[in-house]
């Protein structure tokens, strides 16, 4: 039988799964929903959140994963022995393949946001220009779908050069490069005359504003941000050589995630209070409030080409890990080549990705319960298809596989985090369903 491919080094492994981690959950969904949500009173429960609850399901992703050395669909069968299992992993490509549609479709704009600020498109125009110019954007529909179909086909491209050659040589080299950007933005970022309410903002807690809905909303951003509930971690386990520390990478990556989703705060929110600008103005803060503060800061035209550059190798590096989801699936269970497996995932998700276009045009009659496909693909995904992902994988590790199994497979076999083991067992078991199932039924009004 071939090699299963494997992920090279430590730190390729780190910036490939990092690559996943790190995308438009980080720089152009936390801070809206951290402004919507109460600034740091948020931020403090979404680094709780990722401890107790993210990084054990991240780590049983892994051990799934690596125990199964198949897809991620296969591989619940294989570890459970039983065939019922695999619709978890069939839930889990649905949803990354969902997810992939309307990502793309944002990753898109970012491309024609790249190429408007490299020609200064809207460096003299007011807030009412710039938002008009970018419904003109949506409202002609080749346009968007253009940049996003240049986008499908280059993470396209990485993804079927390979595992090692094509997603984890890219994730080296963008990874740091995004990392230098954001240090560079936060930087510049304390020389603003709003930095202090900015970083109050982000960082002095106001608890008035939190309730159960912050809790879900925190566990929604978490496992969004740090691709859970959806295979992507199976898949990626599945990778990881055999004798690495699993906790190590989980760790890294959960830090390295709070880290530049607080950074890319610290670079954005000063700047919307230096120019009067409201926190929680919502999903529109990076496509039309920040071209409006480039259009004012002093060497803006420059910032503003980094940080859409910043955003667009933020989403690439998660698109792949998405489009790799599919693409395992089928390469390994219709038995195609990996190139012919991409083209026909790529093909699909473009597809899907076009009607989303298609249906942010004015007048347009593609829509699902009133919203347009790109919002109503979001909504699904994040607030039902994810947490139910999560507590599935849960349910599974605890209730399902053996505790001998987990504790072989996540321990390396005893070499490392055999203390760390035996603390998060019982939270995979019982804490964590328990409290998934909580927020999610309050969610639905069962409570009230
Ligand atoms: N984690 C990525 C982000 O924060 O943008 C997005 C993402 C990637 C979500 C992969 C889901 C996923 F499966």
């Given at each position: 039988?071939?090699?299963?491919?494997?992920?090279?080094?430590?730190?390729?492994?780190?910036?490939?799964v990092?690559?996943?981690?790190?995308?438009?959950?980080?720089?152009?969904?936390?801070?809206?929903?951290?402004?919507?949500?109460?600034?740091?009173?948020?931020?403090?429960?979404?680094?709780?959140?990722?401890?107790?609850?993210?990084?054990?399901?991240?780590?049983?992703?892994?051990?799934?994963?690596?125990?199964?050395?198949?897809?991620?669909?296969?591989?619940?069968?294989?570890?459970?022995?039983?065939?019922?299992?695999?619709?978890?992993?069939?839930?889990?490509?649905?949803?990354?393949?969902?997810i992939?549609?309307?990502?793309?479709?944002?990753?898109?704009?970012?491309?024609?946001?790249?190429?408007?600020s490299?020609?200064?498109?809207?460096?003299?125009?007011?807030?009412?220009?710039?938002?008009?110019?970018?419904?003109?954007?949506?409202?002609?529909?080749?346009?968007?779908?253009?940049?996003?179909?240049?986008?499908?086909?280059?993470?396209?491209?990485?993804?079927?050069?390979?595992?090692?050659?094509?997603?984890?040589?890219?994730?080296?080299?963008?990874?740091?490069?995004?990392?230098?950007?954001?240090?560079?933005?936060?930087?510049n970022?304390?020389?603003?005359?709003?930095?202090?309410?900015?970083?109050?903002?982000?960082?002095?807690?106001?608890?008035?504003?939190?309730?159960?809905?912050?809790?879900?909303?925190?566990?929604?951003?978490?496992?969004?941000?740090?691709?859970?509930?959806?295979?992507?971690?199976?898949?990626?386990?599945?990778?990881?050589?055999?004798?690495?520390?699993?906790?190590?990478?989980?760790?890294?990556?959960?830090?390295?995630?709070?880290?530049?989703?607080?950074?890319?705060?610290?670079?954005?929110?000063?700047?919307?209070?230096?120019?009067?600008?409201?926190?929680?103005?919502?999903?529109?803060?990076?496509?039309?409030?920040?071209?409006?503060?480039?259009?004012?800061?002093?060497?803006?035209?420059?910032?503003?080409?980094?940080?859409?550059?910043?955003l667009?190798?933020?989403?690439?590096?998660?698109?792949?890990?998405?489009?790799?989801?599919?693409?395992?699936?089928?390469?390994?269970?219709?038995?195609?080549?990996?190139?012919?497996?991409?083209?026909?995932?790529?093909?699909?998700?473009?597809?899907?990705?076009?009607l989303?276009?298609?249906?942010?045009?004015?007048?347009?009659?593609?829509?699902?319960?009133g919203?347009?496909?790109?919002?109503?693909?979001?909504?699904?995904?994040?607030?039902?298809?994810?947490?139910?992902?999560?507590?599935?994988?849960?349910?599974?590790?605890?209730?399902?596989?053996?505790?001998?199994?987990?504790?072989?497979?996540?321990?390396?076999?005893?070499?490392?985090?055999?203390e760390?083991?035996?603390?998060?067992?019982?939270?995979?078991?019982?804490?964590?369903?328990?409290?998934?199932?909580?927020?999610?039924l309050?969610?639905?009004?069962?409570?009230?």
């Open positions: 039988m071939k090699k299963r491919s494997t992920f090279g080094s430590t730190f390729g492994t780190v910036a490939v990092g690559g996943s981690v790190i995308g438009l959950g980080n720089i152009w969904r936390f801070p809206y929903i951290a402004g919507e949500n109460g600034g740091a009173a948020f931020i403090l429960i979404y680094i709780c959140v990722a401890l107790l609850i993210s990084v054990p399901i991240m780590l049983t992703e892994f051990t799934i994963g690596r125990a199964a050395q198949v897809n991620s669909m296969r591989a619940y069968q294989k570890v459970s022995g039983r065939r019922r299992w695999q619709g978890i992993g069939y839930l889990g490509i649905a949803t990354a393949f969902t992939l549609s309307f990502y793309s479709v944002i990753a898109g704009w970012g491309l024609e946001f790249i190429k408007e490299v020609i200064g498109e809207f460096m003299s125009m007011d807030s009412g220009q710039i938002k008009a110019n970018f419904d003109a954007f949506i409202a002609t529909g080749w346009r968007p779908i253009l940049w996003t179909t240049l986008f499908v086909i280059a993470t396209a491209f990485i993804v079927g050069t390979g595992v090692e050659k094509g997603i984890e040589r890219f994730n080296k080299y963008a990874m740091p490069l995004m990392f230098l950007i954001l240090v560079i933005m936060a930087v970022s304390v020389t603003l005359s709003g930095f202090q309410e900015g970083a109050t903002f982000l960082l002095k807690p106001d608890f008035s504003k939190v309730t159960v809905r912050t809790v879900l909303t925190a566990m929604g951003q978490s496992f969004f941000s740090l691709s859970l509930g959806m295979g992507i971690m199976v898949t990626y386990g599945s990778y990881i050589r055999k004798g690495r520390n699993m906790f190590g990478i989980a760790g890294t990556v959960t830090i390295a995630d709070s880290c530049i989703a607080i950074l890319s705060g610290l670079a954005i929110f000063p700047a919307v209070f230096s120019f009067g600008i409201n926190p929680t103005s919502g999903p529109d803060l990076v496509f039309l409030t920040l071209p409006n503060i480039f259009a004012q800061m002093a060497g803006g035209q420059i910032f503003s080409v980094m940080f859409f550059v910043l667009f190798a933020a989403a690439i590096t998660s698109s792949v890990s998405l489009l790799e989801v599919v693409v395992a699936w089928v390469h390994e269970e219709f038995k195609l080549k990996r190139r012919v497996a991409t083209a026909v995932a790529g093909a699909g998700a473009l597809g899907l990705a076009i989303c276009c298609l249906s942010q045009m004015t007048g347009s009659s593609l829509s699902i319960g919203l347009d496909l790109l919002n109503f693909f979001d909504k699904a995904t994040s607030l039902y298809m994810i947490p139910i992902g999560g507590l599935l994988v849960v349910i599974f590790a605890g209730w399902v596989v053996s505790k001998n199994l987990m504790r072989k497979e996540m321990t390396t076999h005893g070499r490392y985090g055999v760390l083991f035996k603390l998060i067992y019982p939270l995979i078991k019982f804490v964590i369903p328990v409290i998934i199932a909580v927020l999610f309050n969610e639905l009004g069962v409570f009230k």
